[in-house]
């Protein structure tokens, strides 16, 4: 994320604070469909006007059952800078007061795609994001002219084969899905994805970057604003699209954060909102780019477990 204006930060802060509590962990058991746009009143935020201690601040952060998985890098962040530390608890205990549904999306979406455009700029200055390959294309993986006399099911099996030994996901998706993903990701970049923990459920914001699709957990953008970096990369190559009908999936992953079945977990849910037939499925990535106050985690909750992918890790 980006280094802009404080007002900007707040905008994203305030969306993913009041929208969805912030760093919240669901109990698989006893979910029920929550109908976007009905807040229930556990959610609701008051404004009360008094002096907070900072370690009541701190508090909601240590209670979280995913606090212990970057605490690390909250405790360097509290020891190297101190007022950046607090002023950042401030201004989440601040906009925890604000109604929900008053910020705008669009102002959380230009900070990601801020956030993009700086990853890209370090990059080409030689340095690389948390590991992850720039600019990788699909002839740095196979040899193209070698496949061409191949059919589009004989690559897609060379594909999963090669993929099958590494410590990563693949997936080879047939032309006709990929239009239809790609085109309602041009209208709809972002979404807000659950991975099934045994505590819960571990909440982790997606973004598309062309044919690139970005995860970060959403406690990670809390903690650390614009400086939260990638987690998971999922890489699509259109190059095959047209000649040989498929499109090749491959991915990165920071392995201190995300596990290959976890990535999996969050590639598979891509394709299930995305990718859906099912309208009412959809309509819950459209609520979250153009209508965040219809938006309902619970909801996404709900579609997960119909699905039949909310299963624990």
């Given at each position: ?185 041009k209208s709809c970049s972002m979404f807000l994805f659950a991975l099934p923990q045994k505590e819960g459920y571990e909440f982790f914001l997606g973004q598309w970057a062309g044919y690139e699709f ?100």
């Amino acid at each position: 994320m980006c280094d802009d204006s404080d007002g900007r930060l707040t905008a994203a802060m305030l969306q993913m604070s009041c929208l969805y509590r912030g760093m919240l962990a669901v109990r698989a058991t006893g979910i029920r469909p929550v109908i976007p746009g009905l807040v229930p009143s556990q959610f609701r935020a008051f404004s009360v006007k008094k002096e907070v201690p900072l370690e009541e601040k701190e508090a909601p952060l240590e209670e979280n059952p995913y606090y212990n998985k970057y605490q690390d890098k909250i405790d360097k962040l509290r020891s190297a800078k101190p007022q950046e530390y607090k002023t950042r608890l401030e201004n989440r205990h601040e906009l925890k007061r604000e109604p929900l549904g008053s910020s705008k999306q669009a102002e959380f979406v230009k900070l990601m795609e801020q956030e993009l455009q700086d990853r890209d700029k370090m990059a080409a200055g030689g340095g690389t994001a948390g590991g992850f390959t720039k600019d990788k294309t699909l002839g740095s993986i196979l040899n193209l002219d070698m496949i061409q006399d191949k059919t589009g099911e004989e690559i897609a099996e060379l594909w999963m084969k090669y993929y099958s030994t590494k410590n990563t996901i693949s997936a080879v998706i047939p032309t006709q899905t990929f239009e239809l993903i790609f085109s309602r990701a041009k209208s709809c970049s972002m979404f807000l994805f659950a991975l099934p923990q045994k505590e819960g459920y571990e909440f982790f914001l997606g973004q598309w970057a062309g044919y690139e699709f970005h995860f970060t957990s959403l406690i990670n953008v809390q903690t650390r604003g614009e400086h939260a970096p990638s987690q998971l990369i999922l890489y699509h190559y259109p190059d095959l699209q047209d000649s040989k009908g498929i499109v090749l999936m491959t991915a990165e992953m920071d392995p201190k954060f995300i596990t290959v079945h976890q990535a999996q977990c969050l590639a598979n849910q891509v394709q299930l909102f995305y990718g859906t037939q099912r309208q009412e499925t959809f309509r819950l990535v459209e609520a979250f780019n153009h209508r965040p106050a219809d938006f309902s985690h619970m909801a996404v909750i709900a579609e997960l477990e119909q699905s039949g992918l909310g299963t624990s890790s």
